[in-house]
Structure formats: C-alpha cells, structure tokens
C-alpha cells in the first residue's frame, strides 16, 4: 500500500502475518524464529528510513490487532537479534544488523 507523506510517496512497511491460536503461534515461533527476527531487522530498516517513530511488525492472521515497534525499541530489539545471532552462530546474518545498530546512532 501506498500513502503520501508531506516529503514524499511513502510504501507502507507490509507487517509478518502470525497465527492467532495461541499453540499455533508457539508452534511457528519455533519454527520461523530467524525469519521473524528478520521481518523485525526490516521493519526498523523502513521506520529509520522514513523516519517514523513506530512501525507494525507484526499482524494476526484474521484479527485486527498488530505488534507495533516505536523508536525507542530500535536498538533494544537489534540487540537482542544481533546477540541471537552470535549464539547460535548465524554470522552471515550479522552484518545488516550491525550496520542498521550503526545508523541509530
């Protein structure tokens, strides 16, 4: 989707669809973990590039309610990914995380 910002056309941060059934959901968090971690990792790419203080993340499937962002969270949650991803030695993941972590600064 599309919307006009006063600077510029701005497309719409397209938010990670999750089941909404709670063993579901523990089911694909297992799962899809990484991938989730990700759709963060681009989430907060598109709110910094924008310049927005809160982005949707997430999105339950056949509900209203989403898992939104805001800027103070940014570095909290590169942290916590950053830190994911060197235990369990996904380094090849690391160097967007790093250098997105670079740009808040």
Known sequence: MVRKNKRAVVKENEPYI???ES???RKFINLFKVDMMESV???IKFAV???LPIVEAFQFKDS???VTINEREFEPNLTHISTYYKEHEFYELL???EELRKSLK
């Open 23 to 25: 063993d579901e959901m």
């Open 49 to 51: 590039e924008n310049r």
């Open 95 to 97: 160097p967007r995380v």
């Open 18 to 20: 999750l089941p909404s």
């Open 64 to 66: 209203p309610f989403v």
């Open 41 to 43: 990792i681009n989430s």
